[in-house]
């Protein structure tokens, strides 16, 4: 854990909120600098590596998009 991580020092800043994915709801461990914006929900790296990776034609990608139209309102 790299302590001099400048994204640490911004996690405890008071009345700071952190960021949540909006599909999968974890909080990043990398705080702010893990996630993606999607105006202002999050998404993390690991739901962004599902959307890129994920089948077009597949029952979890058509979810996923569901749900990335849902946070986008
Ligand atoms: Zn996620």
Redesign the pocket.
Known sequence: MDINNPCRQSERQPGKLLPC?S??G?VPEDGICGVLKFGRRF??R??EQKILTCDTGSKAYQELIRLIKRIWK
Request: glycine share 12%; with cysteine.
């Open positions: 994915c599909i999968c974890e998404i993390c690991g739901c």
